[in-house]
């Protein structure tokens, strides 16, 4: 991973902002550790996704139609790149979908989008833009379970582990595409670093997926942390993820 990784970064640092990794005194203090934050919010869409979703897309650069579903942090990545990249997207979001991340959605994408709210989950959203996506013959932009989107995310750590030689990275699961991006490329170097999967407690389908040994789909989930609720982790990423996460 780390490898492909230096392969992609030249193309998509021309459209991803190389975010500062900062030191938290507070937190260091409190917990009396050097503790850093990656600080992602200052992204240009203010979350990680948007480097999978370009990294999927750049790799597509002959497609012009592109469908996606996502809960909002995705979606606006997938939006953003379709304006700058001159490209028609399709977006699904749930209804679950707070207006305050629908009005971005829309400000990043511009007249290079079209969205449809269908489902009351993100499953079920899901479903339908694929569906949508095999009929019309267009590239499906997977918010996580994508080797090309899980490289994308992965250049979080490239950039963390050529700045610090971290003991921990905790990181946030939901459908597992930063972890696994993460845990992939820190399994690659010499400096041992254990990555820790932070789900949450309403969503936890990697951690109930880990005690079985197999992918758990969630009957019920806790929408509070919207960009995270998940019913099941992604396929690809569970392989990932069960034998390299904490």
């Known amino acids: 991973m780390y490898r492909k990784v230096e392969k992609i970064l030249p193309t998509l640092q021309k459209y991803i902002k190389k975010t500062p990794l900062e030191k938290n005194n507070l937190l260091s203090e409190k917990f009396n550790a050097n503790i850093y934050l990656k600080r992602e ?15 999927k897309i750049l790799k597509n650069a002959n497609s012009n ?7 909002g942090n995705h979606a606006q990545g997938v939006a ?5 990249l001159e490209k028609k997207g399709t977006i699904f979001l749930p209804t679950t ?3 305050q991340k629908i009005n971005r959605i829309k400000y990043f ?11 009351s989950n993100f499953n079920e959203s899901l479903d339908k833009s694929l569906e949508y996506s095999n009929h019309n013959d267009n590239i499906f932009i997977h918010p996580y379970d994508d080797l090309d989107v899980i490289e994308g995310q992965a250049t979080i750590a490239y950039e963390i582990l050529n700045k610090i030689e971290p003991d921990y990275i905790l990181c946030s699961v939901g459908g597992g595409g930063l972890s696994a991006g993460i845990s992939s490329l820190c399994s690659n170097i010499k400096h041992k670093c254990k990555v820790v999967g932070v789900e949450p407690y309403g969503a936890a389908s990697l951690t109930k997926s880990l005690q079985y040994k197999k992918r758990i789909k969630l009957d019920k989930i806790d929408t509070f942390v919207d960009g995270a609720s998940v019913s099941q982790i992604g396929e690809t990423n569970y392989n990932i993820l069960k034998n390299l996460i904490y």
């Open 41 to 55: 919010d200052q992204q240009y869409t203010r979350s990680f996704k948007l480097r999978g979703s370009l990294n």
């Open 97 to 99: 979908t707070p207006l």
């Open 80 to 84: 953003h790149a379709c304006r700058i």
């Open 109 to 119: 994408g511009r007249d290079n989008i079209t969205i449809k709210i269908i489902g």
């Open 65 to 71: 139609n592109l469908v996606t579903a996502s809960a």
